[in-house]
């Protein structure tokens, strides 16, 4: 039976998530929702941990993973996140961005350094999200709609790309900013400033999340009605504000005085404002279709949540290709608002509709694990759906096997040039190019490969009249500086 009164529906809604909730935990800490979850989580971690190694030794990882290990590497052997692999730069990767999250890596990197962990860190971060996602399921929509939409974020096509492309601190935003609008909703204020302070530490950029989603709170009629509560969201906005700017007037500055600051989009930004419509416009259609189909586009029924990730997806918009495309990772900083607007829509929309029944609110999850596993198929950048074009990238072949042995002739400690798609495995040495460099020792290259890089590596074949080749075999061929 359909209730067509709002107030009506919205009653009936919230005592048949009271029945629901009332389950009786016997003999367990968790019941069995929780524990679809957690193997949930397990089952994702595991598969994608897999392919993300399967990718890397099938020489698929590129330029930040590269970055990311020699910085680890060249902490642990003395200098601060230093690292050649960007441009040649030769400093700090703290000149470029302010990520302090990743010195909580560190420890662990000390005892197993290797891209290895770095991706396995990744995934797990990843799939961890799915926990704090599940509790802001549960409040709105009970364990079964939870459930559901973290099904849906396990088959989240652009989830697989932020999973899988190399390593970036933006992969820890899910798990954290989920955190931030659990106690955000909950009206939670001091957990709130707390998970909002680790927020912070992901990169400077998330002040463009963190002031929209407390702005909201202090906006929002009848949201925050305690005077201390919005006193504190007010100071958080500030708190947030002053972070940005020591990031990238002292901090930055400080590893870097003569960088130049780019937010989110970095040197891939657009030209002029008019960019953010007329460049790529279909690319962009295409990117924002891959966001927000998987759901049902149920997102939209919340859009006051949506709007909290509005700076990050103007200044994803306003740049190149390479941004605006799921295969890679930035959509990282739009996921959480994307999946919570999703989350209180739904509610939105099955109390407007009048949907209170079991049957209907069924129907509503059933229309969005449609979405989700249709998305899945058609658009996942990983190996996993049956028509995808990706299985080549997981394959390891004789091939690589060529590249691991020329790779094991260089010297530990020789500076090397190299391509990107070469560079993460070569990454533990104070001196790696993606270029070349005057007087590095050795030059690797695999012609099979080094045209789809030339815009990385245009100087790699210029200087090897310099050099004596060593190694040659199937494309791959190591270069020796003659002395």
Sequence with gaps: ?????????????????????????????????????????????????????????????????????????????????????????????????????????????????????????????????????????????????????????????????????????????????????????????????????????????????????????????????????????????????????????????????????????GHWGGNSVTDLITLDPLLKSAFLFELFSPLGFLSFFSPGILLTAAPAFIGILYSKYMVYSIVFWHQALLIPAIFVSCIVGVKKFIIKKGYTSRWNENRVYGYILLCSIISFLVFTPSPLSPVSIYREDYTITQHHKILDDAISLIPPDASVATQNDIGSHLAHRVELYLDYHPGVEYILIDRRTLPLWHSFEPNLLKYLDKYTRIYSKDSVELFKIDK
């Excluded at 700090?92 to 350094?113: A, C, E, K, M, R």
């Excluded at 009629?221 to 007037?249: G, K, Q």
């Design 1 to 265: 039976m359909i209730i067509h009164n709002n107030e009506d529906s919205r009653i009936q809604y919230e005592i048949n998530r009271m029945s629901e909730n009332k389950i009786v935990k016997k003999f367990s800490l968790f019941d069995t929702w929780e524990y679809l979850l957690f193997s949930g989580v397990l089952i994702y971690f595991i598969v994608f941990l897999y392919l993300g190694i399967a990718r890397h030794h099938s020489y698929q990882s590129y330029m930040d993973l590269a970055l990311f290990d020699q910085c680890f590497w060249t902490t642990i052997h003395g200098s601060f996140f230093y690292t050649t692999v960007a441009a040649s730069m030769g400093m700090s990767d703290f000149g470029v961005h302010n990520p302090l999250i990743l010195l909580t890596i560190i420890p662990f990197y000390y005892l197993f350094p290797s891209a290895e962990l770095l991706i396995g860190i990744q995934c797990f971060v990843v799939a961890l999200a799915a926990i704090p996602l599940f509790y802001i399921g549960k409040e709105y929509l009970g364990r079964n709609g939870a459930l559901v939409i973290c099904t849906a974020y396990f088959l989240y096509a652009p989830l697989h790309g932020v999973t899988l492309m190399d390593f970036h601190e933006f992969a820890f935003a899910p798990l954290i900013l989920f955190t931030c609008f659990y106690f955000f909703l909950k009206k939670e204020i001091f957990g709130f400033v707390i998970s909002s302070c680790f927020a912070l530490m992901i990169r400077e950029e998330i002040v463009f999340i963190i002031i929209p989603m407390a702005l909201y709170g202090l906006i929002k009629n009848n949201f925050y009605t305690n005077e201390r509560d919005r006193l504190i969201l007010a100071l958080t906005v500030l708190l947030a504000a002053f972070w940005f700017m020591i990031s990238v007037v002292v901090i930055i500055p400080y590893f870097n005085p003569a960088h130049r600051y780019f937010p989110i989009a």
